[in-house]
């Protein structure tokens, strides 16, 4: 199965992610984790990286094509991926279909995580993340049962520097930007499936879970 969730920052993209790549025994390929991941690193990528991402901005389209282009070359992509934060425009979704065109592949749905604004701001200015495994918590809808420490790993975990409430607007400004003409994209390809994703993250997922197995068994859309 090969999947991607759009949606605006703090729709639960990653949390959501995270669990279906589990559920289905796929990849989960995030290009905001492996953007953190180069920026912790000190790569050249995520030296070029970080300011963006510090202004809430996008990251150029050709550093993402070659960053991407190398996360699709390893062998668990054939088993299936969710792919979380990219496409985040028009260009990177043509970009998208060369790569997996090349690797004669084709996306089997895309689901918008359509999610209100006031819901946004709740959870990502409440949002931890865990420095280890990267897994999301939630300073009052998910607080992890030690404070500040992984409940799956026992790592650290921090705010992330753009969830500031500055930052969040103008990540929520450049999504607005760009989301109407992807989803439009989707739609044209009759690929994109909505759901609300406003309720806790337990409903949005039986929510996707059915979806995909409507998908499975057409006669059940
Ligand atoms: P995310 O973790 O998806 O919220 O992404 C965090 C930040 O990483 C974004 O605000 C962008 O600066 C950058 N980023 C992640 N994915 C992309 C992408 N597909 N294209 C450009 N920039 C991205």
Same mark, same amino acid.
């Given at each position: 199965?090969?999947?991607?969730?759009?949606?605006?920052?703090?729709?639960?993209?990653?949390?959501?992610?995270?669990?279906?790549?589990?559920?289905?025994?796929?990849?989960?390929?995030?290009?905001?984790?492996?953007?953190?991941?180069?920026?912790?690193?000190?790569?050249?990528?995520? /030296?070029?990286?970080?300011?963006?991402?510090? /202004?809430?901005?996008?990251?150029?389209?050709?550093?993402?094509?070659? @960053?991407?282009?190398?996360?699709?070359?390893?062998?668990?992509?054939?088993?299936?991926?969710?792919?979380?934060?990219?496409?985040?425009?028009?260009?990177?979704?043509?970009?998208?279909?060369?790569?997996?065109?090349?690797?004669?592949?084709?996306?089997?749905?895309?689901?918008?995580?359509?999610?209100?604004?006031?819901?946004?701001?709740?959870?990502?200015?409440?949002?931890?993340?865990?420095?280890?495994?990267?897994?999301?918590?939630?300073?009052?809808?998910?607080?992890? $049962?030690?404070? @500040?420490?992984?409940?799956?790993?026992?790592?650290?975990?921090?705010?992330?520097?753009?969830? $500031?409430?500055?930052?969040?607007?103008?990540?929520?400004?450049?999504?607005?930007?760009?989301?109407?003409?992807?989803?439009?994209?989707?739609?044209?390809?009759?690929?994109?499936?909505?759901?609300?994703?406003?309720?806790?993250?337990?409903?949005?997922?039986? $929510?996707?879970?059915?979806?995909?197995?409507?998908?499975?068994?057409?006669?059940?859309?």
């Amino acid at each position: 199965m090969r999947i991607i969730l759009l949606g605006p920052p703090g729709a639960g993209k990653g949390t959501q992610a995270k669990i279906l790549a589990k559920e289905l025994n796929v990849s989960h390929i995030s290009t905001g984790d492996l953007l953190r991941q180069n920026v912790s690193e000190g790569t050249d990528l995520g /030296k070029e990286a970080k300011d963006f991402m510090n /202004k809430g901005l996008l990251v150029p389209d050709e550093l993402i094509r070659q @960053m991407l282009t190398k996360r699709f070359s390893r062998p668990d992509v054939k088993a299936g991926f969710i792919l979380d934060g990219y496409p985040r425009n028009i260009n990177q979704a043509q970009t998208l279909e060369d790569i997996l065109a090349g690797l004669k592949m084709g996306i089997d749905l895309v689901i918008d995580l359509a999610t209100s604004e006031s819901v946004i701001i709740q959870r990502l200015s409440g949002r931890l993340v865990c420095s280890q495994c990267g897994a999301n918590f939630h300073i009052r809808n998910m607080p992890p $049962k030690k404070e @500040m420490t992984c409940d799956n790993c026992g790592g650290k975990l921090y705010q992330r520097s753009d969830d $500031k409430e500055e930052t969040i607007k103008k990540r929520l400004a450049v999504y607005a930007a760009e989301s109407a003409s992807l989803i439009k994209y989707y739609q044209d390809k009759e690929k994109l499936y909505t759901i609300s994703a406003n309720e806790d993250a337990q409903v949005v997922l039986k $929510k996707m879970l059915d979806l995909i197995d409507k998908r499975d068994d057409p006669l059940k859309v």
